[in-house]
């Protein structure tokens, strides 16, 4: 066992995923911390488990302080941690050693030449730490470390990293996606092949949507990437998400606002979802982000560009306004049975200007609140409907509350989505001048956010 090779941590780990700095067996401690004592295993060795039967080969990765003293987490080829109990353990031995992982934050120099691609860091996991003796995940690091974490980048373009806004994707306000619109737009500006936005996952919806809104016509390709798994798990996924959205930065031949995330478990294809278009739909997994009643515009691997839809915006270079303001006077409410209707009124009250609702069905809300809802928009108010489905779109002509609600002046949606509804219609009251061109604007398709037909069943 002393005599095993050395093995690169490169070879190990993708590069940029080795990003922490662990001591020799961090997070193990009782009967899992003796057995890889006794064996003289490290974290970062690649080693075998022999089991009843059966083995498992993989990268010995941290764990945290408080989880438990009965299992061994390795890294598996497939790129996710699986946990072993030591109970099942008959047999442990290193196949190579690995280099200790340590993080350094000096971002590599491209090479003269490439073309410029703009990273614009927001903060999210793909922008985190996890704290190995908590188990805590930190925002903690910049553009430039996020940029250092993956060097292969500087293959690629000429990389500009920038902090626009540093927190979780929670804690975005629309103020932000002023902020971020403005800074593409810049970007733009200054010869951009492309613009990366890295953005947590838990609302990327909202943030693609309002990006697509605030940038229609942008000339340039703009990849909303996210990750899944901080950048300095051995499992995460947001090495494969970077390379691949700078990779379309630099050489996709179409323009617009996009989602670029996993399309399957495994680190070997990435899906690009149409900014209005997209729903994170798992709470963890790498492939959690779903076109909703399309296909994915395109796929990405190391082999290529597969582009699905040939009905792209092309690449442009004449004069792009971005029109980045937003009114947070919006807000999103989902329908319950028994809904009271001094809830929906103190909702309304609280000085909104637009209330986007998810109804049930083909558009739905029980009818003791529909003279609610008339009152809002008769004092000018905008409601709009959508429905609590993931596909299918709205029809409120077929039942009597429906019609009612039609009659109140609520704005049917088609297909659009939740998030991507709020989104605009923050966006559409911060740029319309009167109520007729509020409503004109929300049932207009802006930014590819309905679809001409529903399809049966869903999407990829």
Known sequence: MNGAPRLDAKALFPRGVTAFSVDDLTGYRGPALKVLEGAGIKIGDFIELQLSGDSVKGTLVPRYQNNDDRHIVVKLKSGYNVGIGVARVSGIRRLAEGERPSFTSSPP????????VSILGTGGTIASRV???TGAVHAAISAEDLYSLMPELSDIANISPEIVVSVYSEN????????????VSECVARGARGVIVTTGTDVMGYTS?????????VPVPVFVVGSQRSSDRPSSDAYLNLIGAVSMAVSA????VYVVMHADTSDERLAVHRG???RKNHTSARDAFRSVGLEPVAYWSRGGLDLVSPSLPKRGSGPFTARPRFD??????????????????SILDSGLKGLVIEGTGLGHINGKNVAAIKGFIDAGGLVCMTSQCIWGRVDMNVYDTGRDLLEAGVVPLEDMLGETALSKMMWVLANAASSGERRAMMTSDLAGETTERTLPGGSA
């Open 253 to 256: 031949e179409f323009s617009g």
């Open 172 to 183: 975005l306000e629309p103020e932000h996606w002023e902020k971020i619109a403005a800074k």
């Open 131 to 133: 704290d190995y003796r």
């Open 109 to 116: 120099k491209a090479e003269d030449g490439l073309p410029l």
């Open 328 to 345: 947070a006077g919006a807000a999103l409410l989902k329908f319950y049975p028994s809904m009271q209707t001094a809830y929906v009124r």
């Open 276 to 278: 209005t278009r997209v």
């Open 209 to 217: 949507a309002a990006l697509s809104f605030a940038l229609q016509k």
